[in-house]
């Protein structure tokens, strides 16, 4: 099974144990050289600024929610997670500069995060193929 990003977000995420809701993702944060997701940044929590939490502390991704792990002590603050880019909506780049349109969508693993396939303007890239991601474009490799 996989999960979209664009399915990701906005979903509620609470604790396993106690069903504690922790906020909804509002964005999912890419480890490029591992290609997997290493954080999961959250909105409408109360907690100031959007709390960020770790991958690690994610159980699985559902169609209804994200389960964490049970009272995550781990949760980071912003300033302690690695910074975010956007990948949704980034121009796409082969490690040759040949432009791959732009990302429309990516799918995961809903319970390692690792990426699998990531859907440009010009037709899915394997995930496995994925180089970088910065502010000017996610970067794969050409073959």
């Not at 069903?19 to 490029?32: H, K, Q, Y």
Request: charged residues 15%.
């Amino acid at each position: 099974m996989v999960m979209l990003f664009s399915q990701a977000r906005g979903l509620p995420v609470v604790t396993a144990g106690e069903a504690a809701e922790l906020g909804t993702v509002d964005a999912l944060t890419i480890d490029a050289s591992a290609q997997c997701i290493s954080h999961v940044r959250l909105s409408g929590t109360r907690a100031k600024g959007h709390p960020v939490l770790a991958w690690n502390l994610v159980r699985t991704v559902g169609q209804d929610a994200v389960i964490a792990h049970s009272t995550p002590a781990a949760e980071t603050t912003p300033t302690q997670a690695p910074v975010h880019r956007e990948a949704l909506g980034s121009r796409v780049l082969t490690d040759l500069g040949d432009e791959h349109g732009a990302v429309k969508d990516i799918a995961f693993d809903p319970t390692t995060g690792h990426i699998r396939t990531i859907y440009t303007t010009l037709g899915p890239i394997p995930g496995p193929r994925l180089i970088g991601l910065g502010d000017y474009a996610l970067v794969v490799r050409a073959h």
